[in-house]
């Protein structure tokens, strides 16, 4: 069983209020998800919330900071990149209460965020039968 199955039990059981939250791994951390949109971001111990421009303002009074990343190679290699998701202040992290107003507030950012994204056109299944490629006649002899 991986070391972090505690952790993200932890954190189920932090945030229940909220409602059923599911654990998903990625990359390095993993995301917390809620009614279909990931509000939590998981890595190395911490848990970090979705967050908009009044939610931050709110969680740094609260002496809490971004998540940042910093890709090591690609076209953004070595730029800090604030990824919209902040730490859970301390006084949250023993208190599901207080953890579930602020998972609530990130909830309801994630939610509106993936709203205002425009939705991805379904594929659509071609409406005729794949082409199949002629054979050659068989016995039949090619001049040179």
């Known amino acids: 069983m991986p070391a972090d199955n505690s952790f993200h039990e932890y954190v189920k059981e932090l945030f229940a209020s909220v409602g059923p939250v599911q ?3 990625m990359f390095g951390g993993a995301g917390g998800y809620a009614d279909g949109v990931m509000f939590l ?10 967050v908009d421009d009044a939610l931050k303002v709110e969680l740094r009074e609260e ?3 971004p998540f940042e990343w910093t890709p090591q190679n690609g076209p ?7 990824l ?6 301390d006084s949250a992290l023993d208190d ?3 953890a579930a107003l602020w998972g609530r507030k990130a909830l309801k950012i994630a939610k509106a965020k ?31």
Do not use: C, F, M
């Open 23 to 25: 654990i998903k791994r």
């Open 41 to 50: 971001l998981l890595g190395n111990d911490t848990i970090h919330i979705k």
């Open 63 to 65: 002496g809490s900071g």
């Open 76 to 82: 953004r290699a070595g730029e800090t990149i604030d």
């Open 84 to 89: 919209g998701y902040w730490r859970l202040p």
């Open 96 to 98: 599901p209460d207080e």
């Open 114 to 144: 993936a709203a205002a994204k425009p939705q991805k056109k379904a594929r659509t299944v071609a409406k005729t039968a794949p082409k199949v490629a002629k054979e050659a006649p068989a016995n039949k002899k090619t001049k040179r």
